[in-house]
């Protein structure tokens, strides 16, 4: 029986484990970690004839290779273990990947981008579904990928999905030689995860490669980088653009736009934009890259206008929680990074408090800090960036910040500064990973909303 080595005993790692056995492999799981919450999936596991190593760190034995690596999308492409093991010529793979191989003969929409993925996979979802399509979404939201293929080999049907909705990132990309999407998508790309991927050009290269291998490929016209690299790299694009026909990259025939507040797709006038309800230019730029797809899989208009209607956005982006004495408290937890940070300050009425800090990213903030400048009247930092952010803001000549350290204190403090300074939002967006207090970024937003409303 040959041998499948999985890394990672996360969701993605747990479905592929899961997969592999019942496809009739040999199936090896390890997880650095020994945290006591993985004992029962331990014990669950081994009893379903999963070997699992915890505390692991995993190495090539000569006398009993595996056949096929699968690497969970948090485990670092680059580590020795997995260079050896490609140069080996051992099938070293992502779990998305994996999932891949089970499901390609259903056609994908694949979303990539630095920004924007999350709550364009969400709305591409809506519409498909909301067109009476089998669409599961997938990957960084929804279902791990392999859970969708392993319902596939439980069922012993031939039945395919009519369509799979994957949010893919960069890590994701990067594990992934032969994911080629029917429908690819670009939202936006500035610095981010150059602490893994070093530099601009590796980590651009990474998610142009999945738009290299998608049979139709849409951009964000309006993202400044893909703007500029789209007139010379991409000409067979489709492209976006919420400043009207005159700012497309193609023909009209192939673009999607906004004109005298009508959304107009292909030639054709598709709704109202007043039937969209999420705040911000970014949304209705993410919502033209959901309509691009959806006509491209040949969604009726009336379908589309239906599912817009009523997507009302996702978890954790700019998510409205409580009003509490007219100070309204928006979790924008997923804002992991300057860029995304600032979209959700421009997003929010002002005068706001902003809540930010945690594991910091490399990149650049002047940005994010300009919008500070121009909208908060109070930045709460909490966990490890908190120094670092409040030494960046004393530097631009900002200086009504407080260091709180905690979420339940920065909650506390924002109702509290709120109602002094006639505040009109508390936003969450931090500008940092999580994993310096919390499990994720979901974890964090949970326990924002958690605190929020214990307020009343």
């Known amino acids: 029986m040959a041998i499948a080595y999985i890394i990672g005993l996360g969701r993605s790692g747990i479905a592929a484990a899961k997969c592999l056995q019942k496809d009739g492999w040999e199936v090896i799981i390890s997880d650095s970690s020994t945290s006591a919450n993985l004992q029962p999936l331990e014990q669950q596991l081994q009893g379903d004839g999963i070997t699992v190593k915890l505390g692991h760190t995993p190495s090539l034995n000569p006398s009993s290779l595996p056949k096929l690596i699968v690497v969970s999308p948090g485990v670092p492409w680059d580590i020795p273990f ?13 779990e998305l990947e994996l999932a891949w191989r089970y499901l390609k003969s259903s056609p994908w929409v694949g979303i990539t981008g630095t920004n924007g993925k999350t709550t364009t996979t969400a709305l591409v979802t809506a519409i498909f579904q ?39 990132s960069s890590y994701q990309c990067e594990s992934s030689q032969e994911l080629s999407p029917k429908i ?27 738009l290299h291998r998608s049979e139709y490929q849409i951009f964000n016209g309006d993202d400044p980088y893909l703007h500029q690299t789209g007139l010379h790299q991409w000409a067979d694009a489709y492209w976006t653009t919420i400043k009207g026909k005159d700012n497309l990259l193609c023909d009209p ?51 589309i206008a239906s599912a817009i209607a009523t997507f009302t956005g996702v978890p954790h982006r700019l998510e409205y929680i409580i009003n ?13 990074n300057y860029d995304a940070a600032e979209v959700g300050l421009m997003s929010v009425k002002s005068p706001s408090i902003l809540i930010a800090g945690g594991e910091e990213k490399e990149g650049d903030d002047r ?26 803001l004393h530097e631009s000549d900002y200086h ?36 310096d207090q919390y499990r994720s970024f979901e974890h964090r937003g949970e326990h924002f909303r958690e605190l929020c409303q214990q307020l009343t």
């Open 400 to 435: 009504d910040y407080e260091i709180v350290e905690t979420m339940d204190k920065a909650v506390e403090r924002g109702l509290m500064i709120g109602k002094e300074v006639k505040a009109k939002v508390v936003l969450l967006s931090p500008a940092c990973a999580s994993f």
């Open 184 to 210: 690819g998508l670009w939202t936006t790309f500035t610095a981010d995860h150059l602490s893994r991927h070093k530099t601009l050009d590796k980590y651009y290269a990474i998610k142009a490669s999945l």
């Open 324 to 336: 509490i004495n007219g100070i309204e408290f928006i979790n924008d937890s997923k804002a992991t």
């Open 367 to 392: 940005k994010w800090i300009a919008q500070i400048k121009a909208k908060v009247t109070k930045v709460l930092l909490i966990g490890e960036a908190a120094e670092n952010f409040a030494k960046r």
């Open 253 to 303: 025939a192939k673009g999607v736009y906004i004109q005298d507040n009508w959304i107009v797709a292909f030639g054709e006038l598709v709704l109202p934009l007043n039937l969209f309800k999420m705040p911000g230019l970014h949304n209705k730029q993410n919502l033209l890259m959901g309509i691009a797809a959806a006509r491209l899989a040949g969604i009726e208009k009336g379908a």
């Open 82 to 94: 997995l260079v050896e093991a490609r140069n080996q010529n051992i099938d070293t793979i992502g």
């Open 130 to 168: 909301g067109a009476q399509l089998n669409a599961p979404s997938c990957g960084n939201i929804g279902y791990a990928a392999c859970e969708l293929a392993l319902s596939q080999l439980q069922k012993d049907s031939t039945s395919n999905y009519d369509w799979i909705i994957a949010e893919i």
